[in-house]
């Protein structure tokens, strides 16, 4: 392994600066900064190693997705990437680290399930990740085990008001799992839908012919997404345990969140760029075609993009995941041709998120350094991670991507790496587009070439989460 890189000319960006620096890459992590030209970089160009130009690109720190499921089992199938192929396509996409959902099943321990995917990820990786754990059965001896997890870096727990007879906890469990967090430094991540009234509104809906993927949205009603987001808040509180709400969709529920945060409360949102680019018109689109956009919460109609947008600028919302599960059109979304309740929720975009959301800065909704702290700095903060991830320091590992704002892409299936059949974004053109990327100081991706390898990617015990206020 080549031990001494240096990045030379280019922009480092971090959540906190652009300074246009050389960085020094020692044994896989991050030695030190300095100004381009400077007496201190000539001398590291001339000891290198291995020298990679960015003169008129970003260095900016590989990305931090907090919420992805590979080999996902749900909906009567199970997501179509594997750790292996996720992985990669993740890192094809700049993101060098990802945490994924562990699930325990119904009737079994947190052990059980955590085992379980380790055994699934284990040697797998391209890049490094971490595991949050979805609870769906929250008992005396789940809450035992939360305090083991928290100890061990499994230290943030998904909860759901959504899907009753899967994922669903009641309020009192919802409870018990946030005053247990309050004790043991946990962070409770919230899938906030009140599911009871959306099952009933599902079968009135199949009841009366509407089968089409459109009925997801509808069903999937935004004053039931803000209902549950304003309960959860409220149980935390009675808790006095912070709260992460995930995959927030609609501007009633980050008004939810605002309100929250403006009583000074450790309340935070994540939203995902499905929800910042598509809308209820695609759900609508003919021959079935929605069912590529189902996933929950569901695709609004467009107008709650701006508020999105505006959360994520006013720091109302604080991450953006991709919440990445992908189902193929061919053979798994087609399982809800003729009921909509059947299609399996989710969608690819593990790949997509750094670019997508550099289409914002390209269109002057977010700046750069906004850019980076949404999609590494504060993931990394929100998840135990910082500053190991999300930042170039000094101490930090070498997880660098070279980024060219001026490239020009057009997102397609044809190109993309994920394991799936279809592009959320079919077409889409973007400006800006990942060059090269560096996972521990080792090349991952070369000038677009997959240079990288399974196993490479370390599992990283995290420590609880610095973001509290
Ligand atoms: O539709 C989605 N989001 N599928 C993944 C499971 C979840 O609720 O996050
Ligand atoms: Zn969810
Ligand atoms: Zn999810
Ligand atoms: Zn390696």
């Known amino acids: 392994m080549v031990s001494r890189t240096v990045v030379r000319g280019g922009l480092v960006i971090t959540a906190a600066d652009e300074i246009h620096a050389d960085v020094l890459v020692e044994d896989g992590r991050i030695a030190a900064l300095a100004a381009h030209g400077s007496p201190t970089a000539d001398s590291w160009a001339a000891a290198a190693d291995r020298t990679l130009d960015a003169t008129g690109k970003y260095v900016i720190p590989g990305g931090v997705d907090a919420h992805t499921h590979l080999d996902f089992p749900f909906g009567g199938t199970a997501s179509s990437d594997t750790f292996e192929t996720g992985t990669r396509a ?11 959902f562990a699930v325990q099943s119904r009737g079994a321990s947190l052990r059980a399930g955590l085992d379980t995917w380790h055994a699934k990820s284990d040697a797998q990786c391209a890049i490094d990740y971490a595991f949050h754990m979805i609870l769906s059965d ?17 230290t943030s727990f ?5 899907y009753p007879g899967v994922f669903y906890s009641d309020d009192g ?21 009140n599911g009871i009234a959306i099952d009933v509104l599902a079968e009135q809906a199949l009841a009366a012919g509407r089968t089409d993927p459109r009925y997801h949205g509808e069903v999937r009603h935004v004053l039931l997404e803000a209902e549950a987001t304003h309960r959860t808040i409220q149980l935390a509180r009675v808790a006095g345990a912070p709260l992460y709400v995930v995959h927030v969709s609609a501007e009633e529920a980050v008004a939810e969140i605002t309100q929250a945060r403006d009583k000074g409360l450790n309340v935070f949102g994540e939203t995902c760029p499905q929800y910042l680019f598509l809308s209820t018109d695609n759900l609508a689109e003919p021959d079935f075609e929605g069912a590529k956009y189902v996933c929950s919460t569901p695709l609004r109609p467009r107008e709650h993009q701006a508020a999105l947008w505006r959360g994520l600028r006013t720091n109302d919302l604080q991450v ?13 979304k087609e399982l809800g041709r003729g009921d909509f309740t059947k299609i399996p929720n989710g969608m690819p975009g593990i790949e997509n998120r750094m670019d997508l959301l550099h289409q914002g800065v390209v269109e002057g909704r977010i700046s750069r350094r906004r850019w980076i702290e949404i999609a590494c700095a504060t993931p990394a903060r929100m998840f135990g991670l910082y500053p190991k991830k999300g930042t170039i320091a000094p101490g930090a590992d070498a997880d660098l991507v070279i980024y060219d704002p001026a490239a020009e892409q057009t997102v397609s299936a044809r190109t993309h790496h994920m394991n799936v059949d279809y592009s959320a974004y079919e077409g889409k053109q973007l400006t800006g587009r990942v060059e090269t990327v560096l996972s521990r100081g080792e090349l991952v991706i070369d000038r677009r070439e997959f240079t990288g390898h399974a196993g490479h990617g370390q599992y990283i015990p995290r420590g609880t989460c610095q973001y509290l206020i």
Do not use: Y
């Not at 993740?90 to 994924?100: E, L, P, Q, R």
């Not at 929250?138 to 499994?154: I, R, S």
């Open 138 to 154: 929250v008992n005396e001896h789940t809450l035992k085990e939360m305090d083991l997890l928290v100890a061990e870096g499994v």
């Open 90 to 100: 993740a890192a094809w996409g700049g993101t060098t680290t990802i945490v994924d």
């Open 173 to 193: 469990q919802i409870l018990r799992a946030m005053q247990r967090c309050a004790d043991n430094g946990g962070l409770v991540m919230m899938h906030a839908e």
């Open 320 to 332: 953006v995941s991709t919440d990445h599960c992908p189902f193929c059109f061919k053979g798994q």
């Open 158 to 162: 998904k909860l759901f008001t959504a």
